[in-house]
């Protein structure tokens, strides 16, 4: 029980620990003020008891002395006959014993016939006739037995050394006990308005520290998995310790924060020099090659004579292969080449390239181009940008899907939107969509989006990407003006 009292949270521990620190000292206070009072109770019994018995045994000695037992009797019950009885001291009765230890008379003589030895009147009677001795003259003796419901005070009756008797006084303790109740129940009220003021100011107290540490604490928790987010502003705005901890976490955060941002740069920096050293080696392969086949296709454009569909073949081709050598330039981030203006047959050209893939994946292709006049943009990378976003939307497509593009002028910009089903994209794969290699797919190779964005990037576009209802689909935004 003791180690689930330590376990709990601050949120509870804190207060709870707090109530009970308050309420522990103040019942031990008022349990000790309600004994310190029925001791003092008790003691101006004894000591009215004590000053009763002296003011009796001077009369109650001449009584005896003459043997005048009615006397004695009266002076017994005076005491009793006040009509006054809300003093501190109500004495039960009044006995007097003889020396042969018989009661010689008595304020209850039904209870304490004359004559009757006091010891044949119970046990407490009879340990008490074996203290009769220790009375003193002049020194009343207390007698108050833990078994007994009974306070007794004996004062010798005595004169010039002679003693003719005892007089027992008894008091029954519960008639201490009305005064003391009323007590009690001040000092509970006056305890129950210090806790009623003081639990509730603890508890805020408790709550106002204990919350912050929670948070705190669920914050650190989370630093082994990923940057921890900050505090809530204004939880804690104390310079203490703990603002002072509060404090240090919240710059602790924006250092992990700015170290992810370096770490992301440098592996960003890594992934590029990758990409460049692959773009180097094949630049090489791709370009000697290359070269030679434009010369064999201009060869084959000049000797092929008149025939219109060869050289529309031709023409495409000889586009296909010039977009391939830009491409290669693009992967080495050096696509400032020079490049035809975007023609509306380099956007059916693109159309005619991607169909196949479309009709080979069971995909339906919508396309939609209002362009109808030449735009003063790079007609390759354009061709680009279009085939590699249609081609990433193609393969992220299921069989039957449907893919969706629409190109157009907005304003003074080149507005390319393509959209395809698909399984949507999270947000924290979106977060790393154009870096090379970041795809997740078997066949791709994570290229294909981050060539489209340098290239929208050198041609001072935008492209967004938003994956939401079923539905993941591009803009790119590339400003544009119309040629003659």
Same mark, same amino acid.
């Given at each position: 029980?003791?180690?689930?009292?330590?376990?709990?949270?601050?949120?509870?521990?804190?207060?709870?620990?707090?109530?009970?620190?308050?309420?522990?000292?103040?019942?031990?206070?008022?349990?000790?003020?309600?004994?310190?009072?029925?001791?003092?109770?008790?003691?101006?019994?004894?000591?009215?008891?004590?000053?009763?018995?002296?003011? !009796?045994?001077?009369? %109650?000695?001449? *009584?005896? &002395?003459?043997?005048?037992? $009615?006397?004695?009797? #009266?002076?017994?019950?005076? /005491?009793?006959?006040?009509?006054?009885?809300?003093?501190?001291?109500?004495?039960?009765?009044?006995?007097?014993?003889?020396?042969?230890?018989?009661?010689?008379?008595?304020?209850?003589?039904?209870?304490?016939?004359?004559?009757?030895?006091?010891?044949?009147?119970?046990?407490?009677?009879?340990?008490?006739?074996?203290?009769?001795?220790?009375?003193?003259?002049?020194?009343?003796?207390?007698?108050?037995?833990?078994?007994?419901?009974?306070?007794?005070?004996?004062?010798?009756?005595?004169?010039?050394?002679?003693?003719?008797?005892?007089?027992?006084?008894?008091?029954?303790?519960?008639?201490?006990?009305?005064?003391?109740?009323?007590?009690?129940?001040?000092?509970? !009220?006056?305890?129950? %308005?210090?806790? *009623?003021? &003081?639990?509730?100011?603890? $508890?805020?107290?408790? #709550?106002?520290?204990?919350? /912050?540490?929670?948070?705190?604490?669920?914050?650190?928790?989370?630093?082994?998995?990923?940057?921890?987010?900050?505090?809530?502003?204004?939880?804690?705005?104390?310079?203490?310790?703990?603002?002072?901890?509060?404090?240090?976490?919240?710059?602790?955060?924006?250092?992990?924060?700015?170290?992810?941002?370096?770490?992301?740069?440098?592996?960003?920096?890594?992934?590029?020099?990758?990409?460049?050293?692959?773009?180097?080696?094949?630049?090489?392969?791709?370009?000697?090659?290359?070269?030679?086949?434009?010369?064999?296709?201009?060869?084959?454009?000049?000797?092929?004579?008149?025939?219109?569909?060869?050289?529309?073949?031709?023409?495409?081709?000889?586009?296909?292969?010039?977009?391939?050598?830009?491409?290669?330039?693009?992967?080495?981030?050096?696509?400032?080449?020079?490049?035809?203006?975007?023609?509306?047959?380099?956007?059916?050209?693109?159309?005619?390239?991607?169909?196949?893939?479309?009709?080979?994946?069971?995909?339906?292709?919508?396309?939609?181009?209002?362009?109808?006049?030449?735009?003063?943009?790079?007609?390759?990378?354009?061709?680009?940008?279009?085939?590699?976003?249609?081609?990433?939307?193609?393969?992220?497509?299921?069989?039957?899907?449907?893919?969706?593009?629409?190109?157009?002028?907005?304003?003074?910009?080149?507005?390319?939107?393509?959209?395809?089903?698909?399984?949507?994209?999270?947000?924290?794969?979106?977060?790393?969509?154009?870096?090379?290699?970041?795809?997740?797919?078997?066949?791709?190779?994570?290229?294909?989006?981050?060539?489209?964005?340098?290239?929208?990037?050198?041609?001072?576009?935008?492209?967004?990407?938003?994956?939401?209802?079923?539905?993941?689909?591009?803009?790119?935004?590339?400003?544009?003006?119309?040629?003659?």
């Amino acid at each position: 029980m003791l180690k689930f009292l330590f376990d709990l949270s601050f949120r509870y521990k804190i207060p709870l620990w707090g109530s009970m620190l308050i309420m522990a000292p103040a019942f031990a206070v008022s349990a000790l003020f309600i004994a310190g009072t029925y001791a003092d109770v008790k003691h101006d019994a004894i000591m009215t008891s004590e000053s009763l018995a002296r003011t !009796l045994s001077g009369p %109650l000695f001449e *009584a005896m &002395l003459h043997d005048d037992v $009615w006397r004695a009797f #009266q002076i017994l019950r005076s /005491p009793l006959q006040v009509s006054d009885r809300q003093d501190r001291v109500a004495v039960e009765s009044l006995t007097i014993l003889n020396e042969k230890k018989q009661v010689y008379v008595s304020s209850a003589p039904n209870r304490f016939p004359m004559l009757v030895d006091y010891a044949s009147l119970g046990n407490e009677y009879r340990a008490l006739t074996l203290r009769l001795d220790e009375a003193n003259e002049g020194e009343p003796l207390v007698v108050d037995m833990p078994e007994s419901g009974l306070i007794f005070v004996m004062t010798p009756i005595s004169a010039d050394g002679v003693r003719l008797g005892t007089l027992v006084l008894a008091h029954a303790k519960d008639a201490f006990r009305p005064r003391l109740y009323t007590i009690a129940q001040r000092a509970l !009220l006056a305890t129950a %308005l210090i806790l *009623a003021i &003081l639990l509730p100011v603890n $508890w805020y107290w408790g #709550q106002r520290t204990a919350v /912050p540490l929670m948070q705190l604490a669920d914050r650190i928790g989370q630093v082994a998995h990923r940057v921890p987010e900050e505090l809530q502003p204004g939880i804690y705005n104390y310079r203490d310790e703990l603002g002072r901890l509060s404090d240090a976490f919240s710059l602790m955060v924006k250092e992990l924060r700015h170290k992810a941002v370096l770490e992301r740069e440098v592996i960003q920096s890594e992934r590029l020099a990758a990409i460049g050293k692959l773009s180097a080696g094949i630049a090489h392969e791709i370009n000697n090659p290359l070269a030679g086949m434009l010369v064999a296709l201009d060869n084959f454009k000049h000797h092929s004579g008149n025939d219109e569909r060869l050289l529309r073949t031709a023409s495409m081709l000889e586009r296909g292969l010039m977009q391939i050598k830009e491409t290669v330039g693009a992967m080495l981030v050096e696509a400032k080449l020079n490049s035809r203006d975007l023609a509306p047959q380099d956007i059916e050209d693109a159309n005619t390239l991607v169909a196949g893939e479309a009709r080979k994946k069971a995909v339906n292709l919508a396309f939609e181009s209002t362009l109808a006049e030449c735009l003063a943009l790079p007609a390759t990378l354009i061709r680009q940008i279009l085939i590699n976003l249609l081609l990433n939307a193609i393969q992220a497509s299921d069989p039957g899907g449907k893919v969706g593009c629409i190109i157009g002028r907005d304003r003074n910009s080149l507005r390319i939107e393509v959209v395809n089903g698909g399984k949507p994209l999270p947000p924290e794969r979106i977060e790393h969509l154009f870096e090379p290699f970041a795809s997740r797919s078997e066949s791709g190779h994570g290229l294909g989006l981050w060539v489209t964005y340098q290239i929208t990037a050198q041609l001072r576009g935008s492209i967004q990407v938003a994956s939401a209802d079923g539905l993941t689909r591009f803009v790119v935004m590339i400003p544009a003006g119309a040629t003659t």
